[in-house]
């Protein structure tokens, strides 16, 4: 989906360290000096869940959310494996085709070129990210595995906690993960468990 003035405001993710996100809500988004797989861009995704793994709050780490302009030409008709195997790919293909972002891996991973497109940049509260996390959690339901902390929550918002290693082998840190679901959502289940 090519898109140039659409009314449709994308909403982005992105997880980081507190002192970098100090310095992006300081200054700005910046591309890379350094290519990565995505070359110099930015990297967010629409998944508040993969961004949690990259700004877990629990590691001094944080998310940011930031809006997509609506006047942003991007794109989702992009060969990500391309970029795998060279990490030129995306930064010639921005040059080349003149788009501000590309939508790759199915939305996990949303890669911007122009810093300036990225409107209304905010730093999440842990509440609010974890009341996000949860909603997505629903919406993707129990079977849907995740990484990191994200999967430990995961595992306690379903009641599947004796299936994770993490929170059995660490009960303080199922004891933390627990309090702070109870403290964020009032309950630390799903809705659709308790149901």
């Known amino acids: 989906m090519d898109t140039e003035d659409s009314t449709r405001t994308v909403r982005l993710y992105h997880g980081t360290r507190d002192t970098s996100a ?12 350094s290519r990565s797989y995505t070359g110099t861009g930015i990297c967010l995704s629409a998944s508040i869940s993969i961004a949690y793994e990259y700004g877990m709050y629990e590691t001094r780490g944080c ?18 494996k391309a970029s795998i195997q ?30 300036s497109v990225l409107v209304s940049v905010r730093r999440l509260s842990h509440r609010e990210a974890i009341r996000r996390l949860c909603a997505e959690f629903d919406e993707d339901g129990p079977a849907c595995g995740y990484n990191a902390v994200v999967g430990d929550y995961a595992s306690i918002w ?30 630390i289940r799903s809705t659709k468990v308790l149901a």
């Not at 998310?63 to 990500?80: G, H, I, M, N, Q």
């Open 22 to 33: 100090r310095a992006i809500l300081r200054g700005g988004f910046r591309r890379s000096k």
């Open 63 to 80: 998310v940011l959310e930031a809006r997509l302009s609506p006047t942003a030409r991007w794109t989702d008709r992009y060969d990500a």
């Open 86 to 115: 060279d990490r030129d790919a995306l930064d010639d293909y921005f040059m080349r085709s003149g788009m501000d972002a590309v939508c790759t891996y199915g939305g996990n991973v949303w890669v911007v070129w122009t810093p």
């Open 158 to 187: 379903w009641d599947q906690e004796a299936g994770d290693p993490n929170l059995t082998r660490f009960p303080e840190h199922q004891r933390e993960l627990t309090a702070r679901l109870q403290r964020f959502m009032g309950h």
